[in-house]
């Protein structure tokens, strides 16, 4: 019988994720806090989505992003959240080889989905705030789908590439994955393949799906807070900004902690950091999202309160 320390090719090979193990006197409170955490999560994006359907006053171009935002934000919860829950309430931290590589398939396509969608979004507040004239030819109905539609297309394709080369690793040496889910730098880590090849091959697509998007964002805003501050009433520079203040809060907390964890080299400093700042970008992001867009947005508040008292 193989040793349950090694691992090969095939599917029936398990791995454990470490993850919090070595908090084992706060396993009840983590479980706890997460699982309010998962229920919150899944419930406030989903509120969004059904009103963004639900009132014909949200059916903009904005809103449909932010539609596409919430529906791939309970996606991605509901890929990292479950198993996470399971974990920490029956102790049970194994998973098997074929169960990892589907987790990472979809938590990392809905990563580089989230990274697109993030900056058509700024995109398209750059279009409304600064090129107000051309809004609605280039955002028209048509335009929005095929924008969302390569997001979405093209961040599962990309993640298709790493995820068939992981599943072609031979894993030979010990099986404890030093995290709380299913991720690439851990797995290749724990390969007997040269790790080089498929350090470089991650480097490059977080080039493409990271760092670019960061920066067409970046360009974005850079264009827009100069649009706004050459505004000169003060009302209205204040009602230009509170269009985008909400995306922009969410994109500096989202890049930022992804940045730090896959563009930086990981050591046994950064080990620990790196995975605190993976719960941000994995649990809590996606817990605020709802949150900040729908306290700092009028029509969204309007909307839910007359959805919550319309009359049954």
Known sequence: MANPEQGNQTSNTEFVLLGFGNLPELQLLLFLLFLVIYIVTVAGNILIMVLIVADQHLHTPMYFFLGNLSCLETCYTCTILPRMLASLRTGDRTISFSGCVTQYYFFGSLLATECLLLSVMSYDR?????????????????????????????????????????????????????????????????????????????????????????????MSYICIINTILR?????????????????????????????????????????????????IYTVLTPLVNPLIYSLRNKALMKACRKFMFRPF
């Open 126 to 218: 750059y279009l409304a705030i600064c090129n107000p004239l051309h809004y609605a030819a280039r955002m028209s109905g048509r335009a929005c789908i095929q924008l969302a539609g390569g997001c979405w297309i093209g961040g599962f394709l990309c993640c298709g590439i790493t995820t068939l080369s992981i599943s072609h690793l031979s894993f030979c040496g010990p099986n404890g994955i030093d995290h709380f889910f299913c991720d690439l730098i851990p797995l290749v880590k724990l390969s007997c393949n040269d790790p080089h090849l498929m350090e470089t091959l991650a480097f490059t697509l977080s080039l493409i799906f990271l760092l670019v998007p960061f920066l067409l964002t970046l």
């Open 231 to 279: 505004i000169p009433s003060t009302t209205e520079r204040q009602k230009a900004f509170s269009t985008c203040s909400s995306h922009l809060i969410v994109v500096s907390i989202y890049y930022g902690t992804l940045l730090i964890v896959y563009m930086f080299p990981t050591t046994n400093i950064l080990s620990d950091f790196k995975k605190v700042l993976s719960v």
